[in-house]
C-alpha cells in the first residue's frame, strides 16, 4: 500500500509562493563524499561563505549545464569541419552566435549556430587520447605529417576517425610508432599546446558568479568497440600537465590511480569522473574489472569509486541509459518510457561495421549481430554501434541495483552513482537541444537531410538532441557546482529545463508541501537526492518529498513517478514504477509528499524521482518539413520512428541500506 499526500487542495496565492521560494538545496560540501551512511544532521543546507556572489541560498540554486563537449581538438569532432573550439563551444554556451554548417563549397562555415537560453556553466571534454596525434597529423610540416598513417587520416574525415578509433578499441592500447615514436614523446610533446589552449578558454570564460567554466577532458576506452568513457572534470584551474588517458590507464581503476598522481603533482589538484552513455558498454562498466576476487580488493575499487566518482550520465544524443526492458535478473513490469530515444532492444538484428588498421592503412567489414543478454561475467562487443549483448550494469536502474546487491556482500556500494544528462555534441554547440531547432552533433548530421539518414555508431536518424546536467549549487562558482556533483545533489534532463527535488525522512508531515519553509524543513528532518537514509531502530515507513516544476519555456508537466529498486532477502533485484501525480492536461509543477507503506526495513532500498512531460513533437519530424514533400526519405512516412517523444528530468537517487548491510 501507498500513502501519497498532494497538493491539490493548496490556495493558489500560497502556490504561487511555493514556486518563489529558493528551492534549491545542498548538504555539508566540504569534503569528498564519505564511504560511510550520513546522518541527517551531515546534509543540514550548506552554510553561505562569502564569495561575492549576489545570487546565493543555503539551499540551494538550480543550474543548468552541459558537462559532455566536443569541439575541433577532437579526433572526431564535426567541428573539424568548421573550426570551431573551445573557445566557441563556451561562447556559444554564453548565448553568443558561433560559425556553423552549412560549409561553402571553398569548405568555409556559412551558417550560424545559437542557444536559445545561455547556460549557467559548461566543461569542454574533447578527447585526451589523440591530443597530439591530431596535431601532428593536421600540422603541415610536422614530423609525421607525411607518415602513411597522417596521411590516410586525411583522406575524409570519417577515415580519420575510424582509424584513430581502431586505437582504442583494443584492451591493450599503445600509441602509433610512426607518428609517435617507439616511446610515445612525440604525440606527448605535441598534446601540450592544445591541452593548453583548453586550459586557457575554460579559465577565461569562467565567471564567478555569472557562468561557470570547468578544465576537462574526456577518457575515451572503447574495448570491443563498447564504450568505457569518462568524462573527467577538474575543480579548478590546478591540473596535471597532460591528460591521462585510455592510451596510459586503459582501466578505471588506472585511471584514478594515474589522476591521483599527477594531481600530486599539482598542488590543489582536485578531480571527479563521470561515466557517460552506459546503455552501449556491452557489460564493461561493471565493478572490479580486473581485480582479485577478494572482499579487500572489492572494497578498495569501491572505496576509491565513491570518492572519485559520483555521478553519472543517464540521457545523451546516443539514447538513454536509465533502464531497458527485458533483463532477466531485475523484477518488474515494463516501463513503456524506457523505449523513448532507446538504442538497444532486446532481439533487434544489426549489420555493424568491422575495422582495423594495417600497415598504416583502414580494413573495414561488416558482421551480423543480434541483442541480446550478456553471460554473467562475459562482456560483449560493438556496442557503441548499438549492437552486442547487454548487462544490468549498463543501465541505471539496474546498474543501482547491482550496486545494492554488493553492498550486502562486501560492506560498501561499488554503483552509487547520481544522475546528470548531457548532449556529447561534437559540433561545439553545448546545449542545443531544441527538438525544434536541432542543429546535428556529429559528423553527418549537417543538413536535416543528412540528419535522416543512419548515421555511423547511433547517430542520425537513431540518435536525438541529447540533455542538460542540472545541479542544486549554493551559487555558480566552480567550487559550489563541483560539490553539487561531489555529494550527487544533482539531476539530469532530457534537454528541457525541469526542476527536481527528492528528500526522503522518518517523520514528514503529511502537509509539508504546504509549508512555506518545506525547503528548510526537509533538510532539517531529511536527506536529500544522493544521499543514504539512515536507518532506525523502529519499523518506520519513509516518506519522500517530491516536487518539480515545468520548464518556463516548455511543456507543463503530465507526471511524477517515483522509481523504487531494492534487493529481496533471497538477493533477487526488483524495480516498480510509482506514479504519485498525474494531470492528463498537464500542470506547471507538482509537489507530493509520498509514504511507502510496503517498505521493509530488511530489504536494501533506492528511490528517484521521474518528472514527465507532455508529448511534444520529435525533432525528425521538424526536419522533415524543411525538404520538399516529394523529396523526403522515407522515415518522414513509414511511421519507425514515432512522432511523438516524450521529454523526462531525473532526480539522483536516495539510497537505504539496512543496519545488517553496513
Request: aromatic content about 8%.
Amino acid at each position: 500500500m501507498l500513502n501519497i499526500h498532494t497538493d491539490e487542495d493548496i490556495p493558489m496565492v500560497r502556490f504561487v509562493v511555493f514556486l518563489l521560494i529558493p528551492l534549491l538545496s545542498s548538504c555539508d560540501g566540504t569534503e569528498a563524499p564519505s564511504t560511510t551512511t550520513p546522518t541527517a544532521e551531515a546534509t543540514a543546507a550548506t552554510p553561505l561563505i562569502d564569495t561575492g556572489c549576489q545570487d546565493q541560498s543555503p539551499n540551494g540554486i538550480a543550474l543548468f549545464g552541459d558537462v559532455h563537449v566536443h569541439t575541433k581538438f577532437s579526433f572526431d569532432a564535426a567541428a573539424n569541419s568548421f573550426g570551431a573550439t573551445p573557445i566557441d563551444a563556451n561562447a556559444f554556451a554564453r548565448g553568443e552566435a558561433i560559425k556553423f554548417f552549412p560549409l561553402s563549397e571553398a569548405g568555409e562555415p556559412v551558417g550560424a549556430a545559437q542557444i536559445d537560453r545561455p547556460l549557467d556553466f559548461l566543461a569542454v571534454t574533447d578527447h585526451g587520447e589523440f591530443l597530439g596525434e591530431r596535431s601532428l597529423c593536421r600540422t603541415e610540416g610536422s614530423p609525421a605529417y607525411d607518415t602513411k598513417f597522417c596521411t590516410n587520416t586525411r583522406i575524409d574525415e570519417r577515415t580519420g576517425m575510424r582509424m584513430f578509433g581502431s586505437v582504442i578499441t583494443t584492451q591493450t592500447p599503445s600509441r602509433i610508432s610512426d607518428v609517435c615514436l617507439d616511446d610515445g614523446s612525440r604525440c606527448l610533446d605535441y598534446a601540450k599546446p592544445p591541452w593548453q589552449a583548453m586550459q586557457a578558454a575554460a579559465n577565461s570564460a569562467n565567471t564567478p558568479c555569472e557562468f561557470t567554466s570547468f578544465v576537462a577532458y574526456e577518457y575515451t576506452g572503447t574495448p570491443g568497440t563498447s564504450n568505457y568513457h569518462r568524462n573527467v572534470i577538474f575543480r579548478d584551474e590546478n591540473v596535471p600537465e597532460l591528460p591521462v588517458s585510455y592510451v596510459e590507464a586503459p582501466i578505471d581503476t588506472a585511471l584514478w590511480a594515474g589522476l591521483d598522481d599527477v594531481c600530486l603533482k599539482s598542488e590543489g589538484c582536485d578531480y571527479l569522473t563521470i561515466p557517460h552513455n552506459t546503455n552501449l558498454a556491452n557489460g564493461r562498466m561493471a565493478p572490479y574489472k580486473g581485480l582479485e576476487d577478494t572482499i579487500d580488493a572489492k572494497r578498495g575499487y569501491a572505496e576509491t569509486r565513491l570518492r572519485r566518482e559520483p555521478i553519472m550520465e543517464i540521457f545523451q544524443h546516443k539514447g538513454g541509459s536509465e533502464c531497458i526492458n527485458g533483463l532477466t535478473t531485475v523484477l518488474g513490469a515494463p516501463d513503456e518510457l524506457c523505449n523513448v530515444e532507446a538504442v538497444r532492444t532486446f532481439g533487434e538484428e544489426k549489420t555493424v561495421p568491422t575495422q582495423r588498421v594495417v600497415d598504416g592503412a583502414l580494413v573495414t567489414g561488416t558482421t551480423l549481430m543480434v541483442t541480446n543478454e550478456c553471460q554473467p561475467g562475459v562482456n560483449g562487443s560493438y556496442g557503441m554501434i548499438g549492437a552486442g549483448c547487454v548487462d544490468a550494469t549498463d543501465f541505471q536502474r539496474s546498474a543501482l541495483l547491482v550496486g545494492l546487491k554488493e553492498t550486502r556482500q562486501i560492506g560498501l556500494n561499488p554503483i552509487k552513482l547520481g544522475i546528470i544528462a548531457a548532449t556529447d555534441t561534437h559540433s561545439a554547440n553545448p546545449g542545443g537541444v531544441l527538438e525544434s531547432n536541432w542543429q546535428g552533433a556529429v559528423s553527418g548530421e549537417s543538413s536535416p537531410a543528412k540528419r535522416l539518414e543512419p548515421g555511423l555508431l547511433t547517430s542520425g536518424i537513431d540518435g536525438n538532441p541529447g540533455g542538460l546536467a542540472g545541479v542544486w549549487a549554493t551559487e555558480n562558482t566552480r567550487d559550489a557546482i563541483f560539490e553539487a556533483m561531489l555529494r550527487r545533489e544533482v539531476f539530469g534532463t532530457s534537454g528541457p529545463r525541469i526542476k527536481v527535488r527528492l528528500f526522503a525522512g522518518w517523520s514528514f508531515a503529511d502537509n509539508l508541501c504546504e509549508q512555506a519553509d518545506m525547503i528548510d524543513i526537509a533538510y532539517r528532518d531529511g536527506v536529500p537526492m544522493g544521499s543514504d537514509l539512515p536507518a532506525t531502530a523502529g519499523s518506520e515507513q519513509p516518506t519522500l518529498l517530491a516536487w518539480a516544476t515545468q520548464d518556463p519555456l516548455g511543456q507543463s508537466l503530465k507526471s511524477l513517478q517515483l522509481i523504487k529498486g531494492w534487493v529481496d532477502t533471497d538477493g533477487q533485484m526488483r524495480n516498480e514504477v510509482i506514479t504519485v501525480a498525474e494531470a492528463d492536461d498537464g500542470r506547471g509543477s507538482f509537489c507530493r509528499t509520498f509514504t511507502d507503506e510496503d517498505f521493509d526495513p530488511t530489504k536494501p532500498t533506492y528511490y528517484y524521482l521521474r518528472a514527465v512531460e507532455r508529448q511534444t513533437p520529435r525533432w525528425h519530424t521538424y526536419d522533415c518539413e524543411k525538404i520538399a514533400a516529394d523529396a523526403r526519405p522515407a522515415v518522414c512516412t513509414n511511421g519507425h520512428y514515432p512522432e511523438m517523444t516524450t521529454e523526462m528530468a531525473w532526480s539522483s537517487p536516495i539510497w537505504y541500506q539496512s543496519s545488517g548491510d553496513n
